[in-house]
């Protein structure tokens, strides 16, 4: 089992839910974060005042999927986040060691 931690722009989520829905991932988390990459925020002009905000929106939207559907999951996601912009966001991957299904105690790849 793999997590995948998917860091995209707000306006990027819809389309992601519904890219991992239609692939049959039934199963996600997602918060509404803050943070910076290469981009390092932006200049804004407010009341005649130039502000730098050096964090910006994002979205976290979690993930746990078999090993076979990572690069299913990955390419899909790619193929709607992309614009070719600094800011598109991040994918990471990390091994989930065990799982638990809370209700049922089913274990491993039988919890997701």
């Known amino acids: 089992m ?8 707000p306006a990027s989520f819809e389309r992601v839910k519904d890219t991992l829905a239609n692939l049959g991932i039934h199963g996600m988390n997602y918060t509404e ?4 990459g290469r981009q390092r925020g932006h200049t ?10 050096d964090t910006l929106p994002k ?9 076979e559907a990572v690069e299913k999951v990955l390419d899909a996601v790619i193929a709607v986040t992309r614009s070719g912009q600094v800011g598109d966001g991040k994918i990471f991957i990390t091994d989930v060691i065990d799982a638990v299904r809370i209700r049922t105690g089913d274990r491993g790849n039988d919890a997701l």
């Open 2 to 9: 793999k997590k995948v931690e998917i860091i995209i722009r």
């Open 33 to 36: 974060i803050r943070g910076f």
């Open 44 to 53: 804004e002009v407010y009341r005649g005042t130039t502000m730098h905000v």
């Open 59 to 67: 979205v976290k939207v979690e993930v746990v999927v078999h090993d």
